[in-house]
């Protein structure tokens, strides 16, 4: 396998991913950096070694899940909209998606320059409007250039108390519909009750280091292995697909996986 966890539950990214090759979607519009829309744009995918590779099906029958790691920082327009599409996969497939820990602009980053914050806020009815049209949400987001950090670090003491993707939607929801600063503890507190968590626990764990520890193992697994950008979704320890796929591109990465586990993949 390429991972394992350690004390606390949390998994530790081991080893680098040496192959890249293109997959080809096929011709599907795509979101691409900058809040623009292009057409007949392919995404980049990887495939790990076959000896990290993991045996899965999409198939109801027998039920076999397909599990599906998501690099993502919260602030990040592409990785909220990809997770309406992988809502959709839940629904009509067999797979388990789990959240990482990834970082657009650290702390401590120079600031933004204007040319480029104001190309974003230029960008932004596109984006409400394709969010709308394409993925059926309504936007309503946050304030801009807030610091993701304890959010993420929130989503790691979340995953150790088995409520991970619950935190995850939820304050994915928060920032992106209903416009609250995810940067503020108080915020997360409340956020993380409504899921299930304690509040003095959470809070702390904001502040404990092997949390924080967590976010930077996590985000530096992604650097290793080429990542530099998010959405990054890793389809059964095997396939690396960079960007907000459309719903139709996300099944055929499933259909892929499905034939690998039957015996019929390129590997075979």
Aim: aromatic share 10%.
């Amino acid at each position: 396998m390429w991972a394992n966890a350690d004390k606390y539950g949390h998994r530790r990214f081991v080893g680098v991913c040496p192959r890249l090759s293109a997959f080809n979607f096929g011709k599907f519009d795509q979101l691409q950096s900058g809040f623009a829309l292009q057409a007949n744009q392919f995404s980049i995918i990887m495939q790990l070694p076959r000896d990290r590779a993991a045996s899965s099906s999409i198939t109801k029958e027998p039920c076999m899940t397909t599990r599906i790691d998501v690099w993502s920082d919260f602030v990040c327009p592409f990785c909220f909209l990809v997770s309406a599409s992988l809502a959709r996969l839940q629904q009509a497939h067999d797979v388990a998606i789990t959240w990482h820990a990834f970082e657009l602009r650290p702390r401590g980053s120079p600031p933004m320059a204007a040319e480029y914050r104001a190309r974003i806020e230029a960008g932004r009815p596109q984006l409400v409007a394709m969010a709308r049209e394409q993925y059926g949400l309504e936007l309503n987001s946050g304030p801009f250039g807030i610091d993701s950090r304890p959010a993420l670090i929130g989503e790691q003491y979340a995953v150790t108390q088995g409520r991970g993707n619950a935190y995850h939607d939820a304050v994915a929801d928060a920032y992106w519909l209903r416009a609250q600063s995810i940067d503020k503890r108080e915020v997360l507190a409340e956020i993380a009750e409504s899921v299930g968590l304690a509040r003095a626990a959470f809070l702390a764990a904001l502040d404990a280091p092997e949390y924080d520890a967590a976010v930077d193992a996590e985000i530096a697994w992604a650097r290793d292995n080429q990542i530099s950008g998010v959405p990054a979704l890793v389809f059964a320890d095997k396939y690396l697909v960079v960007g907000a796929q459309p719903y139709p591109a996300l099944e055929q990465v499933l259909q892929q996986c499905a034939a690998d586990a039957a015996g019929d993949g390129p590997d075979q």
